[in-house]
C-alpha cells in the first residue's frame, strides 16, 4: 500500500512537472508570437489607469484609520459637523506697537468681509450684553443686599424729606414718641442746619446704616456705597482695560500679539478648500502689507485650517522625499548589480506599469488613501522590483551561458516563474488576510497591498518578456560576459553547519528574552507630527487664547437636557475621590444663567428698580449720583443665547440655524499617557441621565479605540497571515518538512526584530505595525526562492545557490528595504517607526535567508535529508528546461 502510495505521488508530480513544461512552452511561444500588442494594450490600460489614479484623495487625518461604526468616531464627527470643525484661520500680529497692529488687523478686517469665502472676519468681541447684564450675572445674595441697602436708604428718605427754602434745606422727620407717656400720634419735628455742610460719616455710622438700624437724623442718611460688591466681581473678571469700554480686544496681556479670527464659508474638511482659503489670506496680508504699519511687525497664520494644511503637506512632504530617497538608491543599487543602464527600463517599465494598474483599482475601489497607505507607492516599487530582478537576473544567466531567446523565456517562465508565482501567491495571500480585521489601516494596506504585488506579478510576466523581446529585436539587449561562472554548478557545500545552528540557537534565545520587553506606544504625542512653525505660531496664540486643556464635547437638543448633563457631571467631580478625572464642565449656562436663575434675579431687579425710582424723589442730585450705577443696569429682561457675541455663541450652540447646544468636559489628567487616557474615557464614554444616553466626542476616545482595537486585530492578522500562509505553502510542497524550511527564515529573522526591538526599545504602534504582514512577506519569499533553486540544483549546490539566486534575493530583499527606508525621513514620529522597524525586520530576514537556511540545509544533506547527488552530475542553464529524474526524486 505504501508503495503504489509512492508511486502515485510521484506520477502526479511528474504529471505537474510536464504540465509546468508544457506551459512554460506555450506561454514563451504566445509572447514571442503577439508581444508587440502585448506593450500596446497594457499601454493603453497604463494610461487609462494613470487617469484613475490622479484623482485619488488623501485623507491625512488619523482617525481615518478607524473602521466605519466605531462610536467614538461618529460622535465627534457629528460634533465636527456642528461645530464646522471649530475650523477657522488666525491672522496671528506680533508688533511692539500695539495700537498699529490694531489699525492693521482693521485694514485686513475690510479687506478680507469683500471675499465671498469669509463669513465673519472679527479682532474685538462686543461684550456690551455682559455689561448691559452684569446684575444677572450676580449671585442672588449680593443683589439681596444691594436691595436690603437701597431700601434703608428708601426708608430713611421717607422719614427725612429735605425741603429746599431759600437755599437752606430744611429738613422734616417723622417719628413715634418714646416712653410712658407717649401716645400713637406720630410728631412733625422740622429742623434747619446752622451749616450747609456734612461732616464725612464715620465707620460706625456707615455700618450702622448696613446693618438696618433706624437712623438717628443727627447722626445722618445710611450710605449707598456698593465698592465692597463691586469689588468682589472684579477680582473675578480680573483687570478690565477701560479704554476698550465694552470691547474685548484679542490681544496678549502685554499688547504684542493681536489677532484677527476668520471664519470661512464653505466644506473645512475639504483639503482643497482649506488652501485655497490660506493662500487667499496669505495674499490679503502681503497686499496690505504689514511694514507699512511699523517696520518689525511680524505676520503669521494660524489657527486649525492652517493646521490641516500643514500637516497634509508635511505628509506629502514625506512622501515625496521617501520616494526621491527610495527610489533613487533602488535604481542606483540596480544600475550597480546589473551594470546597464537598460536593466533600469527591462525592471522599471512593467514595475511602473502595475503600480499605476494597482492604483487606478484603489480609485475605483476604496477612493482615497491614508496616511499609511499613501506610502504604498513606494513601498510597492520595493515590492515589486522584486519579481523584475529574479526574472532578468535568470534570463541573463540563460543568454550568457548560450541559451537561446526561446529557451531563455521559458526557464523564466518555468523555473523563476514558479518560484516567483509562489511567492506572489504567499505575499499575496499575507496581505489579503488583513481583510479579515476591522482597523482600516490593516484593511486597506492589505487590500492595496495585496492587488499591487498580483498586478505587478501579472506585468512581470506579461510585458517583461514582451520588452525584452522587443529590446532583442532593435539591438537594445546585448548577451554580456558573466561577472561569475553561472554555467557550471561547483559542486561545494557550506562548512560547519552544526557549530553554526548552535550560535543561532544561542541568538535567538537571547532574542526571545528580550523579545518579553517590548512595549506597546502608548505616549501618543509621540505618533503626531510636531512642525516647528506651526507650534512657534500656537505659542503665541496661547498667549491671546490660553489653553484650558483638551475637552470631550457633547451635543444636546434641548436647554433641559443641559442642565440635567451639567448636575450629573458636576455631581460626579464633587464625589468621585478614588480616581477623579474631570476638572470642569462648560456649557451655555457657563455664560448664560439659567432660567430659574435668572427669574429670581429679575424679581430682585425689578424691586430695586421701583425702590431706587421712589428714592429718586428724595434725594439731591449729588446722592443721585452715587445710584448711577444701579440706575443703568435696572432695565433689563432675560438673556438667551441669542444675545451672545456671534463668536462665543458658536462655541456653545455650534453653526447658525444648526440647533440644540454643546457641553465641554475638560480633563484633569494627561492623555497622553494611555492608562490616564483610559480612565477619563471610562468616566465619560457613556453618561446616562434622565434615562437618555449621551456619548461625548473627543480625540482621547479614539485614540483609546484606536490603540485597542489595532492590539486586537495585530493578533487577528498575524494569525491570519501566517496560517494562510503555511497552507498555500502546504498546498504546494505537501510536506511538512519542506513547509518548515521556507519558513524558518521568516521565524528566526521575526524573532531576532523582537530581540533587536526590546533591546533598543523600539515600541510596536498604530503605525508600524501594519508592517509586520510585509516583513513575513518577504521572509517566506526568499525561503521560497533558495529552496526552489536548491531542490532544482540538487545537493552540494548551496554555494552555487548563494552565489546566483542568493544574490537576486539580498538585492530584492534590499530594494524592499530600500522602499521603507525612506520613511526614515518623515516628519511624523509615527512613520519613522515604520520605517525602523521594517529596516530592521527585512535585515534580520535576509540575514537568516542568506546564512542560517543554507546551514539548516547542508546540516540536513549531511544527514540524508535533501536532495540526492550523482556523481557526475552537471547542471548548465542554458538546457535546464527539464528537471532531470535525480532532481524530482
Not at 455700618?207 to 460688591?229: A, Q, V, W, Y
Not at 483639503?271 to 485655497?276: D, P, V
Not at 498586478?455 to 510576466?461: A, E, G, H, T
Request: net charge neutral; with cysteine; aromatic share 10%.
Amino acid at each position: 500500500m505504501t508503495g503504489n502510495a509512492d508511486n502515485d505521488e510521484k506520477s502526479i508530480e511528474t504529471a505537474t512537472v510536464m504540465f509546468m513544461d508544457s506551459f512554460a512552452g506555450a506561454a514563451s511561444r504566445w509572447i514571442m508570437r503577439y508581444y508587440l500588442i502585448i506593450i500596446v494594450v497594457t499601454a493603453v490600460v497604463t494610461a487609462a489607469s494613470f487617469q484613475l489614479a490622479a484623482d485619488l484623495k488623501l485623507n491625512a487625518d488619523i482617525f481615518a484609520l478607524m473602521p466605519d461604526g466605531v462610536a467614538s468616531v461618529d460622535n465627534l464627527n457629528q460634533v465636527m459637523k456642528k461645530t464646522g470643525s471649530f475650523s477657522n484661520a488666525m491672522v496671528v500680529v506680533e508688533s511692539p506697537d500695539p495700537a498699529a497692529a490694531i489699525r492693521f488687523l482693521r485694514k485686513l478686517r475690510k479687506q478680507a468681509l469683500k471675499h465671498p469665502w469669509v463669513r465673519s472676519a472679527e479682532y474685538t468681541e462686543d461684550t456690551s450684553v455682559f455689561q448691559r447684564h452684569k446684575l444677572l450675572y450676580m449671585e442672588t445674595a449680593d443683589l439681596r443686599e444691594i436691595q436690603r441697602r437701597i431700601n434703608v436708604r428708601v426708608d430713611y428718605e421717607k422719614r427725612h424729606p429735605n425741603i429746599t427754602f431759600r437755599n437752606v434745606e430744611i429738613k422734616i422727620s417723622t417719628r413715634k414718641p418714646y416712653g410712658p407717656k407717649s401716645t400713637d400720634k406720630t410728631k412733625l419735628e422740622i429742623s434747619a442746619p446752622i451749616m450747609p455742610t456734612t461732616k464725612p460719616m464715620s465707620k460706625t455710622q456707615r455700618e450702622s446704616g448696613r446693618n438696618g438700624r433706624k437712623d438717628n437724623p443727627t447722626i445722618g442718611p445710611p450710605p449707598l456705597e456698593f465698592d465692597d460688591i463691586e469689588a468682589k466681581y472684579q477680582r473675578k473678571q480680573g483687570h478690565r482695560d477701560k479704554t476698550r469700554s465694552s470691547e474685548r480686544v484679542f490681544q496678549s496681556d502685554d499688547g504684542l500679539i493681536s489677532i484677527l479670527l476668520v471664519w470661512p464659508r464653505g466644506e473645512t474638511n475639504d483639503i482643497g478648500f482649506s488652501r485655497h482659503f490660506i493662500n487667499d489670506l496669505s495674499t490679503l496680508v502681503e497686499t496690505v502689507d504689514p511694514s507699512k504699519y511699523h517696520p518689525r511687525m511680524q505676520v503669521d497664520i494660524g489657527g486649525l485650517m492652517q493646521g490641516r494644511v500643514m500637516g497634509f503637506d508635511a505628509v506629502m512632504n514625506d512622501l515625496r522625499s521617501s520616494a526621491l530617497w527610495s527610489i533613487s538608491a533602488i535604481l542606483l543599487l540596480l544600475t550597480f548589480y546589473y551594470r546597464r543602464l537598460f536593466s533600469i527600463l527591462y525592471i522599471g517599465l512593467p514595475l511602473i506599469m502595475g503600480i499605476l494598474w494597482t492604483f487606478g483599482i484603489t480609485q475605483l475601489i476604496l477612493g482615497g488613501l491614508n496616511l499609511i497607505t499613501v506610502f504604498l507607492v513606494v513601498v510597492l516599487f520595493g515590492l515589486g522590483v522584486d519579481f523584475g530582478i529574479h526574472n532578468l537576473t535568470r534570463y541573463d544567466e540563460v543568454r550568457r551561458c548560450g541559451g537561446s531567446l526561446e529557451e531563455a523565456l521559458t526557464i523564466v517562465f518555468r523555473r523563476t516563474g514558479m518560484a516567483s508565482f509562489m511567492a506572489a501567491i504567499t505575499t499575496i495571500a499575507g496581505f489579503y488576510a488583513l481583510l479579515v480585521t476591522d482597523f482600516r489601516a490593516f484593511f486597506e494596506f492589505g487590500f492595496i497591498a495585496g492587488t499591487g504585488v498580483a498586478l505587478i506579478f501579472l506585468s512581470m510576466y506579461l510585458v517583461f518578456p514582451a520588452l525584452m523581446l522587443l529590446a532583442e529585436r532593435i539591438g537594445l539587449y546585448r548577451v554580456s560576459v558573466p561577472q561569475i561562472d553561472v554555467c557550471n554548478v561547483t559542486r561545494e557545500g557550506f562548512p560547519k553547519p552544526r557549530a553554526v545552528l548552535f550560535v543561532t540557537l544561542a541568538v535567538l534565545v537571547v532574542s526571545l528574552f528580550y523579545g518579553n520587553k517590548i512595549h506597546y506606544e502608548d505616549d501618543f504625542n509621540k505618533l503626531n507630527t510636531k512642525i516647528p512653525r506651526y507650534e512657534a505660531v500656537k505659542q503665541k496664540i496661547n498667549k491671546v487664547f490660553p489653553l484650558v486643556g483638551t475637552a470631550a464635547v457633547i451635543f444636546v437638543p434641548t436647554l433641559e437636557e443641559v442642565a440635567a448633563l451639567v448636575k450629573h457631571l458636576n455631581y460626579k467631580i464633587a464625589t468621585d475621590d478614588e480616581s477623579p478625572t474631570i476638572k470642569e464642565v462648560k456649557s451655555i449656562y457657563t455664560i448664560v444663567p439659567s432660567k430659574q436663575e435668572q427669574d429670581e434675579r429679575l424679581a430682585i431687579i425689578r424691586s430695586i428698580k421701583l425702590n431706587t425710582e421712589e428714592i429718586t424723589d428724595y434725594i439731591n442730585d449729588e446722592q443721585r449720583t452715587k445710584l448711577t450705577d444701579i440706575l443703568d443696569y435696572l432695565d433689563i429682561d432675560r438673556l438667551s443665547a441669542r444675545d451672545l457675541p456671534p463668536a462665543l455663541r458658536r462655541l456653545y450652540t455650534g453653526l447658525p440655524g444648526s440647533g440644540g447646544y454643546l457641553i465641554y468636559i475638560y480633563d484633569s489628567v494627561s492623555l497622553s499617557d494611555l492608562t490616564q487616557a483610559k480612565a477619563y474615557s471610562d468616566d465619560i464614554r457613556e453618561l446616562t441621565v434622565n434615562g437618555k444616553t449621551y456619548y461625548p466626542a473627543t480625540e482621547a476616545l479614539i485614540f483609546v479605540d484606536m490603540r485597542d482595537l489595532m492590539r486586537n486585530d495585530a493578533a487577528i492578522a498575524v494569525f491570519a497571515v501566517s496560517l494562510v500562509i503555511i497552507l498555500v505553502l502546504l498546498v504546494n510542497f505537501r510536506s511538512l518538512r519542506k513547509v518548515f524550511i521556507v519558513v524558518f527564515p521568516v521565524v528566526t529573522g521575526m524573532i531576532m526584530m523582537a530581540g533587536i526591538m526590546g533591546i533598543f526599545d523600539i515600541r510596536l504602534s498604530i503605525f508600524n505595525m501594519v508592517v509586520l504582514p510585509t516583513i513575513v512577506g518577504i521572509g517566506v519569499d526568499n525561503g521560497i526562492h533558495i529552496f526552489h533553486r536548491y531542490e532544482e540544483e540538487g545537493a552540494r549546490s548551496l554555494r552555487h545557490v548563494i552565489r546566483t539566486t542568493g544574490w537576486a534575493v539580498a538585492i530584492t530583499t534590499l530594494t524592499t528595504l530600500f522602499g521603507f527606508a525612506g520613511m526614515l525621513s518623515a516628519a511624523n514620529p509615527g512613520l519613522q517607526s515604520l520605517g525602523i522597524l521594517a529596516c530592521i525586520g527585512l535585515s534580520t530576514c535576509l540575514v537568516s535567508s542568506l546564512i542560517l537556511l543554507p546551514v539548516l540545509l547542508q546540516w540536513m544533506e549531511n544527514r540524508g535529508i535533501g536532495p540526492k547527488y550523482e556523481l557526475g552530475q552537471t547542471t548548465s542553464f542554458a538546457t535546464s528546461q527539464r528537471p532531470t529524474k535525480t532532481q524530482m526524486d
